[in-house]
């Protein structure tokens, strides 16, 4: 239903309406329904079928490529997080949400925030820039997003896990994994004094070798961190995962 109605939104090249909005509002992303994309799941071949003849092969590829770290916020999570954002002494300017998904963030976003959002899968950024029309949404991987050192008055967002490497020769020579990477290249775009409130893998903080987070920590100064419960995203992402 969202990617129909995002069809019709783009044919007629005009902003989604507030029911419209509505349907797009319900998108979680790719990453609770893995299965629909693995062609040995005979239970959901007639799905698979029907979401081809609605996406483009480049869609589609973007879609299958996306779920292993398409897993959205839950919005109280979001909150809280924009709530330390303001308490830390954040009065405004702008904010980059790398990896924005559908938008959690920025749509409880303060007024004073000028919100910029980076996401690779062009449904899911689709989605986010109808919904938030008043947000930069930038539908590029963020290893590709090329803005100034300092751009940013804070960063906040859930970054994508994973241990593979991005390759980004700018801001990540030194391979780290993809928590590390966002991480890291959120600290250099964020402009002194100001704050990056980030989810991350537990295996930022608990890898045995520490260079991610000499790393990080040459340019930034930790000011706190909190493990969150393993069930905290299985509501809303369909998850369980231990995330701090």
């Known amino acids: 239903a969202v990617i129909e109605t995002l069809r019709r939104v783009q044919v007629d090249e005009r902003p989604a309406t507030r029911a419209e909005q509505d349907i797009l509002a319900r998108w979680s992303g790719w990453g609770a329904v893995p299965e629909v ?30 779920i292993l770290n398409a897993h959205y916020t839950d919005p109280a999570v979001a909150a809280a997080m924009w709530n330390a954002v303001r308490d830390a002494g954040f009065t405004g300017g702008r904010v980059l949400e790398p990896g924005c998904g559908a938008g959690t ?38 290893e590709t997003t090329r803005v100034p050192n300092g751009s940013f008055a804070a ?17 990540n020579p030194a391979g780290f994994t993809i928590h590390n990477a966002f991480l890291l290249k959120s600290v250099n775009l964020t402009a002194p004094g100001g704050y990056v409130v980030a989810l991350t893998s537990h295996f930022t903080m608990d890898a045995v070798t520490p260079r991610a987070r000499q790393a990080i920590a040459a340019r930034a100064e930790l000011l706190g ?6 069930n905290a995203f299985a509501r809303v992402a369909g998850t369980s995962v231990v995330t701090d």
């Open 105 to 142: 963030f920025i749509g409880l976003a303060p007024p004073e925030a000028q919100m910029v959002g980076v996401e690779n899968d062009p449904i899911t950024a689709a989605v986010a820039a109808h919904l938030y029309p008043s947000a930069q949404v930038r539908m590029e991987g963020f």
């Open 225 to 230: 961190a909190v493990r969150l419960p393993s």
């Open 155 to 171: 960063v906040i967002g859930n970054v994508p896990f994973g241990k593979f490497v991005v390759s980004d020769p700018a801001h």
């Open 37 to 66: 994309f693995d062609p040995r799941r005979d239970t959901y071949a007639t799905s698979r079928e029907h979401l081809k003849t609605l996406l483009t092969p480049t869609e589609y590829r973007a879609a299958e490529a996306s």
